[in-house]
């Protein structure tokens, strides 16, 4: 028997969504190479990204608050970031 019911989604679209990159420590070009990912995307201002070193300054996090209209950009985003030089992990 074969079912079709669609799992529902957890995100309801349009929202604010905020990916969260780790790469690595003291490196201003893995920021704007995040900027330039999302912003194929969608477009995004430095203003909508916040930066924090880790405590031993070997990693970074680069928050990155963005509006999402749909599941596509959601992924396309995902998708664009994971081609980052140096990423070691996206939330």
């Not at 679209?13 to 990916?19: A, N, R, V």
């Not at 300054?57 to 680069?62: A, L, P, T």
């Not at 396309?76 to 996206?90: F, P, S, T």
């Amino acid at each position: 028997m074969s079912s079709s019911r669609q799992t529902p989604e957890l995100i309801e679209f349009p929202c604010h969504f905020e990916y969260k990159v780790f790469g690595p420590g003291n490196d201003a070009s893995f920021i704007d190479s995040v900027q330039s990912a999302v912003s194929s995307v969608v477009l995004v201002s430095r203003d909508a990204m916040r930066q924090r070193n880790s405590s031993g300054g070997k990693y970074q996090c680069v928050s990155v608050l963005v509006s999402l209209q749909n599941r596509r950009q959601l992924d396309k985003i995902y998708a664009r970031l994971r081609l980052v030089d140096g990423l070691k992990y996206i939330l």
